[in-house]
């Protein structure tokens, strides 16, 4: 039994090493189980260590599966499905906001506009995008002092953990389902009180349905 528990032992701390930081990891779990199978004449040996750590990566993928975020710091490139009421222009700072199709996960993506064509094309559009970013990925900004905006915590409550600052974008096409047409009204609907005589009246409006501070 006392063997059992010590390769068992082994088998956990490499399987949490390795589900919690990365594929370095990977050849010595993969030496671990070529060893452990090395050990088929000892069958009582094996099938028990074999089900301990089978229990344990099975809790351990449900974990990993839960927590908020499946991505790490640093660089990486990305396809993202953007509603288009999600992209904001200030100055020559694009913002949007989208979700990358492989793992579900919202990012806030920041990229530097280089001309006033570009920057009038995109506060045009009215069609959600699917984008192709290479950037940066960075935790968000926590409060720097006390009673300061938290800025990651903030995003956390929507279930958002990262910033991506980018420095290559390509637009591959236009979004689609239900989510890229509710956008769409909803950006078409923005647009048309953009438009309306009354700016007061829109205003208004856009602070009730959109949550637009009034000016």
């Known amino acids: 039994m006392k063997r059992v ?3 068992v032992t082994i088998g956990y701390i490499l399987e949490i090493l390795l589900i919690f930081h990365g594929s370095m990891w990977e050849v010595g779990v993969l030496v671990y189980y070529v060893w452990l199978l090395e050990q088929k004449a000892d069958k009582k040996f094996l099938k028990k260590v074999l089900i301990y750590d089978a229990l344990l990566l099975a809790f351990l993928m449900g974990y990993y599966w839960r927590l908020g975020s ?4 640093g660089r990486g490139t990305f396809i993202l499905e953007v509603p288009i009421h999600e992209v904001k222009v200030k100055g020559d700072l694009l913002q949007f906001m989208g979700r990358e199709v492989k793992s579900g996960e919202w990012l806030v ?3 530097r506009l280089s001309q006033l064509e570009v920057k009038e094309s995109w506060l045009n559009r009215g069609q959600s995008l699917l984008i192709k970013v290479t950037g940066e990925l960075k935790v ?3 409060a720097n002092n006390l009673g300061g905006f938290n800025y ?3 995003l956390e409550r929507e279930e958002i953990y990262w910033t991506l600052s980018v420095d290559r974008l390509q637009i591959l096409g236009n979004m689609r389902g239900p989510l890229a047409v509710l956008s769409n009204v909803r ?3 923005y647009c048309s009180l953009e438009g309306m005589g009354e700016p007061i009246i829109g205003n208004y409006v ?3 349905f959109f949550n637009e501070r009034l000016e």
């Open 5 to 7: 528990l010590i390769w």
């Open 70 to 73: 499946h991505f790490q710091e």
């Open 109 to 111: 993506s920041f990229y």
């Open 140 to 142: 968000p900004n926590a």
């Open 152 to 154: 990651r915590q903030f």
């Open 187 to 189: 950006k078409a609907i």
């Open 206 to 208: 856009k602070a009730l």
